[in-house]
C-alpha cells in the first residue's frame, strides 16, 4: 500500500503547495 | 472593501467545488477493491489517469490561447497571459503525471522508468513545458516575447495527440488506453471506471480553479512592473531636471 499512500501523498501535497504559494502570491500583489 | 487576493465569488465556489471533488476522488479511490492482476496498486486509477488529461488539457489551452495571440485579428495581451497561466499548472500536472506514473509502475512493471513510447514523450513533453517557461523569462520586448512563446507552445501541443496515442502506434510497456478497451473481458468495472471519471472531473476542477488564480496573478505583477517602471522614468527625469539646473 506504501506505493499507493506516495502517488496520493505526492499529488495532494503538490498540489497544495502551488496553490498556497499562488494565494500568498496574490496577497503580496493584491 | 479593497481587495487583498485574487479570490472572487466565482473562485471562491470554483474552489470548494474542486475540493469536494478531490476529496470524494480520494476516498473513492483508496477504498477500491484490490485486484487480481495489480492488487491494491490499481486505486492509483483514481488520480493518474485524470493528472494525464489535465496536463493535456493545459497544453491545449496554452496553444489555443497562442494561436489566439498570432492571429492579427485576434491579437490581445491576455491570450499572453492565459498561455503562460496555463502553460505553469501544465508543467505541474506533467510533472506528477510522471512522478505518479513510476510510483504506479514500480510494483506493476517491477521498473519505476523505461525509456518507452509514451514515458519518453510525455518527459519529452515537460521539457518542452519547461523549455516555454523559460522562454517566457528571457528579458525582452512583450510582443517579441510573446511571439516567440506562442511558437513554442504549438510546439509543444504536436507532442500530446501523439503521446495519446502512443501506445497503440508503438510496442510500450505502459497499458492501451483505458477507456478504448471496449471488449467485455477487457473493460473496466464500474467502481474504477467511476473512480476514474470522477478524477478527470475533479484535477479539471482543480486546474480551472489555478488558472483563474494564476491570470489574475499574472496580471497583477505585470501591473506592479509596469508602475516601477513607470516610477523609475520619473525618478531620472527628476534626476536629469536637478542636474540640468
Same mark, same amino acid.
Given at each position: ?30 | ?18 475540493l ?34 489535465t ?20 491579437r ?8 503562460? %497561466?496555463?502553460?505553469?499548472?501544465? !508543467? @505541474?500536472?506533467? #510533472? $506528477?503525471? *510522471?512522478?505518479t506514473?513510476? +510510483?504506479?509502475?514500480? &510494483? ?8 518507452? %513510447?509514451?514515458?519518453?514523450?510525455? !518527459? @519529452?513533453?515537460? #521539457? $518542452?513545458? *519547461?523549455?516555454?517557461?523559460a +522562454?517566457?523569462?528571457? &528579458? ?23 503521446n ?24 473496466l ?12 472531473l ?41 542636474l540640468?539646473?
Amino acid at each position: 500500500m506504501g506505493y499507493v499512500w506516495a502517488g496520493y501523498g505526492i499529488t495532494l501535497a503538490t498540489l497544495a503547495a502551488y496553490a498556497v504559494w499562488l494565494l500568498r502570491r496574490s496577497r503580496r500583489l493584491g | 472593501m479593497k481587495r487583498t487576493t485574487t479570490s472572487s465569488g466565482l473562485t471562491m465556489s470554483l474552489g470548494i467545488a474542486a475540493l469536494v471533488a478531490l476529496g470524494a476522488t480520494v476516498a473513492l479511490g483508496l477504498t477500491l477493491p484490490k485486484t487480481v492482476e495489480q492488487a491494491e496498486y490499481s486505486r492509483l486509477i483514481a488520480i493518474h489517469p485524470g493528472i494525464a488529461w489535465t496536463a493535456y488539457v493545459a497544453c491545449t489551452v496554452t496553444a489555443l490561447a497562442s494561436i489566439a495571440w498570432l492571429l492579427p485579428r485576434t491579437r490581445a495581451a491576455k491570450w499572453d497571459l492565459l498561455a503562460g %497561466a496555463s502553460a505553469e499548472i501544465g !508543467a @505541474l500536472f506533467t #510533472a $506528477l503525471m *510522471l512522478i505518479t506514473g513510476s +510510483i504506479w509502475g514500480r &510494483p506493476t512493471w517491477g521498473v519505476y522508468w523505461v525509456w518507452d %513510447a509514451r514515458l519518453t514523450l510525455s !518527459a @519529452l513533453l515537460l #521539457a $518542452l513545458l *519547461l523549455g516555454y517557461l523559460a +522562454i517566457r523569462q528571457v &528579458p525582452a520586448d512583450p510582443d517579441v516575447r510573446a511571439r516567440r512563446s506562442a511558437m513554442a507552445a504549438l510546439l509543444a501541443l504536436v507532442v500530446v495527440p501523439v503521446n495519446h496515442f502512443a501506445v497503440e502506434w508503438w510496442r510500450t510497456l505502459h497499458q492501451g488506453r483505458s477507456l478504448a478497451q471496449l471488449t467485455p473481458e477487457d473493460s473496466l468495472d464500474g467502481s474504477f471506471l467511476g473512480a476514474m471519471a470522477l478524477g478527470f472531473l475533479a484535477m479539471t476542477l482543480v486546474y480551472a480553479w489555478l488558472l483563474v488564480h494564476r491570470v489574475r496573478v499574472a496580471r497583477l505583477e505585470e501591473a506592479r512592473e509596469e508602475t516601477a517602471l513607470a516610477t523609475a522614468i520619473e525618478e531620472r527625469r527628476a534626476e536629469a531636471t536637478t542636474l540640468a539646473r
